[in-house]
Structure formats: structure tokens, C-alpha cells
């Protein structure tokens, strides 16, 4: 069944019943490939309405199919060895949700990388979703010294963990045993020890790239920037005790009065930018995501080596999206401290969320 139609760009005739036809351009040359674009019936129709045709002129159809062709050239010179699974966790923050549709990522993907979406396992082909956006539980009320406050419930995190072992497991893991992984691109927007819990649950036996919405341009595609920001850790010379404290100030600073007082006897270490003050959007390439990974890692490192004895971290972090996945991906979980995330309520004080082992 053909369900496309040859649309000429300008009108096969040079007059006005040939839309866009009056248009200064060789007859003998409108029924060539240069001058036709492939539409569907109902795109045909649209395009060469006379109520629409101040809308779509001849120099707008002829970008358009300019730019579709590069993007199927781009992809079409892909080898297999460069296909993504598009991985998507979809939740809400105080009940608001991001958009972040499939189109959306794929998009992002073809615009960012030298890759392209396809899993076989999908019905889509593009990839997998974890969709927490209907959970109960992601804005309760609870009570505290400070009074009543906005917080997510302990069953909220609970039933959110089950989402996503149950998608990563099942999909994405089982996928990776039959060969259809190779790469996974991620896109998430979920509280931070969610996004923490996903880093944790993808494994080895795959490359990742990670993906945010950036503040500059309102899209996810990764911006080039010449000069990626640098990021230090201060870690304190003497650690006792099996518990510590991080505080990662990346997108905004988090302060050691915030720290709740059961914890500030722990010692406190720091990662932070170098000579830039922590803001929303200082992860503003790969490359600065790249070097924070690489800190991250130093880190984790650093820690084994001169504080084996510490096994359990409290993490009080403002991370971007990438930054908290990629903090969690970096850890070994096991030989590496359990990670206690904890949840910015209001007021400016924090709650315990999860414990990622």
C-alpha cells in the first residue's frame, strides 16, 4: 500500500491553479527530485490549501525538505554499532511534571551524537519508559518541628524503587542478554534520589550517555561550549568513624548549618566548581559533565583509599539531573559506601529519602 504522495514545492503549472505555481522557475524542472517532496495525503492537502499557502511558501517547503534530508542522510549513514536505547524516567516534582516526550529525546539524540534510537524489543523501537507520574505519595504533608511541609512519603520511594527494578530489570537487562544493548541514552526528570537510584541500577555492560534540559536553550540537546567548567573535592585529613557527609554544590550551594544535627559530628567533604559559583546551569556541555564524573570518581577513589572505614555517606546535593544519575553510575556498590540521600523540603531543611546499598 503506497500511502505517500509526490508534492510539488512549486506548482507543476505556471499559473494560479498550481499553488505556488506563478513562482519563477523552469517548467521543464518542476517534476523533478529537487522540486518534489514526499507527503502523506493529509500533509499534501494542507500544504497546497489557498487558505494556507501564504504559510507554507516556497522557501519554507524547501528548508523543510532540505532538513529532512539531511537528518535521514545522518541516519541512514549510522553503522548498527551506533544505535541507543532511549531510556526515559518520567516523574513529577511537587506534583509538576516536564515534558519529555518520546519525540522529544529522539530528537535530542540525532541532534547531540553520531547515534540513533532503535531496540528491537520495543513496540515503539526506540526505547523503554519508567513512568512514575502516577504514583501517590510524591507531595504529602507531613509534620515536623518546622510544621507541616511538602515532602514525599517513605511508600512513595518504596513503589518508585519497584518501577524502576521492574524496567531496568526486566527491559532493559533482558535486552542487554539477548544483544540488543549496546548503548542506553537517558533522559530523566525525578526528585534526586531517584535520579541518584537510577545511576545505581545501570550496569557495566553498556555505554551511557546522559541527557538534561538545559536552562539556556529550554531543549535537551547538549549545547558546544569551548571552555567545560572544572570541579575540586575537599576532603577533610582525618575521618573517624564509619559515617560521613558529602556536600555536592553544583547547581546551587548547600551549606554545613543545613546539615541536620544528629549528622554534623560526621566529617563533612565538599565537590564544588572551580572558580564558577554553583548555579543551575554550570553543567552546560558533556565536557563539564564529563570532568564532574571524572571528580566523582576521584572521589569514590580518594575515599577508599584514606577512609576504608567509612561505610555509610549522607549525600545533601543540588545536582542537575545528569550530574545525580552519573554520581550514582560512578559508586561501586560493592566495595563502596551505601549512599543516604535525603529530600530539600521547605523551609530549607531536609528529610531522608533512600538509602542506596
Known amino acids: 500500500m503506497s500511502l505517500g504522495e509526490l508534492a510539488h514545492i512549486v506548482g507543476q503549472q505556471q ?7 506563478l513562482t519563477d522557475y523552469p517548467t521543464s524542472k518542476r517534476d523533478l527530485a529537487d522540486n518534489i517532496a514526499l507527503a502523506c495525503g493529509e500533509c499534501h492537502a494542507e500544504i497546497d490549501d489557498p487558505v494556507t499557502l501564504d504559510m507554507f511558501t516556497v522557501q519554507k517547503l524547501r528548508e ?5 534530508e539531511e537528518r535521514i542522510k545522518h541516519v541512514t549513514g549510522l553503522g548498527g554499532d551506533r544505535r541507543t536505547v532511549v531510556l526515559r524516567m518520567i ?20 541532534a547531540s551524537s553520531d547515534r540513533f534510537p532503535y531496540f528491537k524489543l520495543s513496540y515503539d523501537r526506540y526505547g523503554i519508559e519508567i513512568d512514575l507520574r502516577q504514583l501517590p505519595g510524591e507531595s504529602s504533608i507531613v509534620e515536623d ?16 524503587k519497584y518501577v524502576i527494578d521492574q524496567v531496568v530489570d526486566n527491559l532493559l537487562n533482558d535486552g542487554l542478554k539477548k544483544g540488543h544493548v549496546e548503548h542506553v541514552s537517558v533522559f530523566a526528570f525525578a526528585r534526586l534520589p531517584l535520579l541518584v537510584y537510577l545511576g545505581r541500577k545501570l550496569g557495566d555492560g553498556y555505554g ?40 555536592a554544590s553544583i547547581s ?4 554545613e548549618n543545613e546539615i541536620p544535627d544528629p549528622l554534623k559530628r560526621y566529617p563533612v567533604f565538599r565537590i564544588q566548581p572551580i572558580d564558577r559559583t554553583p548555579s543551575g546551569g554550570i553543567i552546560d556541555s558533556r565536557a563539564t559533565l564529563e570532568n564532574l564524573r571524572v571528580t566523582f570518581r576521584k572521589f569514590f577513589g580518594e575515599l577508599e583509599k584514606r577512609h576504608k572505614n567509612i561505610v555509610r555517606l549522607h549525600l545533601f546535593g543540588a545536582l542537575p539531573i545528569s550530574a545525580a544519575i552519573a554520581l550514582g553510575r560512578v559508586r561501586d556498590p560493592v566495595i563502596q559506601p551505601s549512599i543516604v540521600t535525603y529530600d530539600r523540603v521547605d523551609y530549607g531543611s531536609y528529610r531522608r529519602a533512600l538509602e542506596i546499598r
Open 208 to 247: 551511557v550517555d546522559f541527557y538534561q534540559r538545559h536552562q539556556t536553550t529550554d531543549s535537551w540537546v547538549w549545547p558546544n561550549v569551548e571552555s567545560p567548567v572544572d570541579f575540586t573535592v575537599d576532603m577533610p585529613d582525618v575521618a573517624a568513624g564509619v559515617e560521613a557527609v558529602l556536600l
Open 91 to 110: 516523574g513529577q516534582l511537587r506534583g509538576r511534571p516536564l515534558e519529555l516526550a518520546q519525540r522529544t529525546a529522539v530528537e535530542a539524540v540525532l
Open 252 to 255: 546551587g550551594t548547600v551549606h
Open 145 to 160: 518541628e518546622f510544621g507541616g511541609q511538602s515532602a514525599p512519603t517513605a511508600e512513595y520511594y518504596s513503589a518508585a
Open 15 to 21: 499559473s494560479t491553479a498550481s499553488p505556488r505555481g
Open 64 to 68: 523543510a525538505k532540505r532538513s529532512h
